[in-house]
């Protein structure tokens, strides 16, 4: 058994070297002027790179890019959104901003993600798009929500906030959709403090969302301060920029921590009556937040061994509430239990930056296996 004397242990913090430092001081020192802008751009290009996309557009939030570009789909007031009622807050907030209605549908067992056949039953003449937020680093299934989308006339948003890293048979997550949207809050995989991205394939859509994304002035108005329209102010900051600039320098050695992690907790679990992030054939998952449920026909108290772990100085999470049963102004596609509404009860988020040592990780796996076995 690991070594059970008490330690500081918090479910998250980010990877920085001395490369994200001396670009963050650059950019404070040097990046004024004519020279604002030049950290947003090479982040900008970088990072459309390193997910093989046309456009991209640095932001303050992925909430902020998911903002501008649902504005930029039309979406508004009387119009419907689906998503999955196991999320965070931020992916319904837009649409509620907007004057739109979310509408919640389950999740799958497996992958705590929108169940497409729920989606293509939840579709009414008023649902003007599907987000699909790949939650927890786990995946959507995108051939389905794609071929809905398609079949109704519908976009398929991304919301790939917490998805850096994984790979749908080949394509990055967040680059598949019409649009998609990511995070590069303190929590995430690669940070920029706060901070997001807009990405997109579409011309049209970028234009749009280029345009709202600052103050409403289009780049082909030869007026200045000229607004062609009442837009936004989502900017990402030269500085944040430039520590996006050394994080995407080292996203593979980010994402390579974030496996390694997630994998040695697997192997700790695997002969207990839990499930984990799953990981399909043809995919490869980012494991952004490794994430524990269990079974239902096991006596099980989540608060009770998030205590203990915090009484060893160990920090988890816990798994997302269905939004429904929140004060979100959205409301569920059926009347009847969803998955979502116990499986919060049954689930946590184990800690995992990406300096966690080995010797951590069976600290933590310990309690968790003891608290488990204490129950069956």
């Known amino acids: 058994m690991a070594d059970k004397q008490l330690r500081n242990i918090p479910y998250t913090r980010p990877s920085i070297t001395e490369t994200e430092v001396a670009y963050a001081t650059d950019a404070a020192r040097n990046g004024w002027g004519d020279h604002c802008y030049d950290y947003i751009i090479r982040f900008e290009e970088v990072f459309k790179a390193?997910?093989?996309?046309?456009?991209?557009?640095?932001?303050?939030?992925?909430?902020?890019?998911?903002?501008?570009?649902?504005?930029?789909?039309?979406?508004?007031?009387?119009?419907?959104?689906?998503?999955?009622?196991?999320?965070?807050?931020?992916?319904?907030?837009?649409?509620?901003?907007?004057?739109?209605?979310?509408?919640?549908?389950?999740?799958?067992?497996?992958?705590?993600?929108?169940?497409?056949?729920?989606?293509?039953?939840?579709?009414?003449?008023?649902?003007?798009?599907?987000?699909?937020?790949?939650?927890?680093?786990?995946?959507?299934?995108?051939?389905?929500?794609?071929?809905?989308?398609?079949?109704?006339?519908?976009?398929?948003?991304?919301?790939?906030?917490?998805?850096?890293?994984?790979?749908?048979?080949?394509?990055?997550?967040?680059?598949?959709?019409?649009?998609?949207?990511?995070?590069?809050?303190?929590?995430?995989?690669?940070?920029?403090?706060?901070?997001?991205?807009?990405?997109?394939?579409?011309?049209?859509?970028?234009?749009?969302?280029?345009?709202?994304?600052?103050?409403?002035?289009?780049?082909?108005?030869?007026?200045?301060?000229?607004?062609?329209?009442?837009?936004?102010?989502y900017k990402m900051s030269n500085v944040q920029a430039a520590i996006g600039c050394g994080q995407i320098q080292r996203i593979d050695c980010l994402i390579e921590a974030k496996r390694n992690i997630f994998l040695m907790y697997y192997e700790c679990f695997k002969d207990l009556p839990v499930r984990m992030n799953p990981e399909p054939e043809g995919c490869t998952n980012g494991f952004w937040m490794p994430t524990l449920v269990v079974e239902d026909d096991i006596p099980f108290e989540r608060d009770v061994l998030i205590s203990e772990l915090k009484q060893n100085g160990v920090d988890a999470r816990v798994f997302f509430w269905p939004l429904s049963a929140t004060p979100v102004q959205g409301r569920k596609a059926f009347n009847r239990r969803f998955i979502s509404e116990n499986i919060y009860l049954r689930a946590l988020n184990l800690p995992s930056f990406h300096d966690l040592t080995d010797s951590d990780i069976l600290f933590v796996s310990d309690i968790v296996r003891n608290a488990i076995a204490r129950t069956h």
């Open 50 to 233: 390193h997910l093989d996309v046309k456009y991209a557009i640095a932001t303050s939030s992925c909430t902020g890019a998911l903002h501008m570009g649902m504005h930029a789909l039309g979406i508004g007031p009387g119009d419907e959104v689906i998503m999955a009622d196991t999320n965070w807050v931020a992916t319904a907030a837009p649409i509620v901003h907007l004057g739109a209605t979310p509408v919640f549908v389950d999740i799958l067992q497996d992958s705590w993600c929108l169940d497409p056949q729920q989606v293509e039953a939840a579709i009414t003449s008023n649902t003007k798009a599907i987000v699909a937020v790949h939650l927890y680093g786990n995946l959507c299934d995108m051939d389905a929500l794609l071929k809905i989308g398609e079949r109704h006339g519908i976009p398929v948003i991304e919301d790939a906030a917490e998805a850096i890293g994984s790979v749908y048979h080949g394509k990055r997550a967040g680059s598949m959709g019409s649009f998609g949207a990511f995070s590069f809050h303190g929590t995430k995989t690669m940070t920029t403090g706060e901070g997001g991205i807009f990405v997109t394939n579409q011309p049209d859509l970028y234009e749009r969302v280029l345009t709202l994304s600052n103050h409403g002035r289009s780049r082909a108005q030869g007026k200045q301060f000229w607004p062609d329209l009442v837009g936004y102010k």
